[in-house]
T-cell receptor, first 114, second 115 residues
Framework: DQQVKQNSPSLSVQEGRISILNCDYTNSMFDYFLWYKKYPAEGPTFLIS?????DKNEDGRFTVFLNKSAKHLSLHIVPSQPGDSAVYFCAASANRGNTGKLIFGQGTTLQVKP | DAGVIQSPRHEVTEMGQEVTLRCKPI?????LFWYRQTMMRGLELLIY????????DSGMPEDRFSAKMPNASFSTLKIQPSEPRDSAVYFC?????????????FGQGTRLTVV
């Protein structure tokens, strides 16, 4: 039973264009959401997060949007750069993240072409 | 800050053998998590500890898997006996919980191959 789903295994984007990565969740108790980025042979690293009291959070080129009614969130990267090529994991937590317990999706491999 | 340290980085073992993966969390972090990465399921949470106590082990796939955290600076994940389907990358992560909106910090992972 996958509570967090990333239905697109891969995405290819041209450098300078927008990358949009999508994530869906099923558990209505989730109230804190995160995106992690993972390069080969490394562990995932935290990228950006959003609390359920917001619908948007922006950090430089990265913006996360949350649609609670649809149980959907997305990560926008603008403009995309070749160094953004990595696997992106969506994660969710309940209790406003105070336990640190994160449920992850399957990941989406982003390739940004020069 | 050295980050979360996992050992070994790579492990190749024969089916039926015991495998022990090790993790040193970030100093001061009070929660520790073991994840397994597979293509089909992404990052699966196996077990997590808070203040060295196992809180949720519902993700541990079988009795062949066990985890311990004898103190705040060390944890092990043991598989006995190992099977080829256990081949995956295993990650350890730690966080400082008690507040809100906590992020977890990951180690570099252990790539396990069971032949």
């Amino acid at each position: 039973d996958q509570q967090v789903k990333q239905n697109s295994p891969s995405l290819s984007v041209q450098e300078g264009r927008i990358s949009i990565l999508n994530c869906d969740y099923t558990n209505s108790m989730f109230d804190y959401f995160l995106w992690y980025k993972k390069y080969p042979a490394e562990g995932p690293t935290f990228l950006i997060s959003i609390s359920s009291i917001k619908d948007k959070n922006e950090d430089g080129r990265f913006t996360v949007f949350l649609n609670k009614s649809a149980k959907h969130l997305s990560l926008h990267i603008v403009p995309s750069q070749p160094g953004d090529s990595a696997v992106y994991f969506c994660a969710a937590s309940a209790n406003r993240g105070n336990t640190g317990k994160l449920i992850f999706g399957q990941g989406t491999t982003l390739q940004v072409k020069p | 800050d050295a980050g979360v340290i996992q050992s070994p980085r790579h492990e190749v073992t024969e089916m039926g053998q015991e495998v022990t993966l090790r993790c040193k969390p970030i100093s001061g972090h009070n929660s520790l998590f073991w994840y397994r990465q597979t293509m089909m399921r992404g990052l699966e949470l196996l077990i997590y500890f808070n203040n060295n106590v196992p809180i949720d082990d519902s993700g541990m796939p079988e009795d062949r898997f066990s985890a311990k955290m004898p103190n705040a600076s060390f944890s092990t994940l043991k598989i006995q006996p190992s099977e080829p389907r256990d081949s995956a990358v295993y990650f350890c992560a730690s966080s400082r919980t008690g507040g809100f909106n906590t992020e977890a910090f990951f180690g570099q992972g252990t790539r396990l191959t069971v032949v």
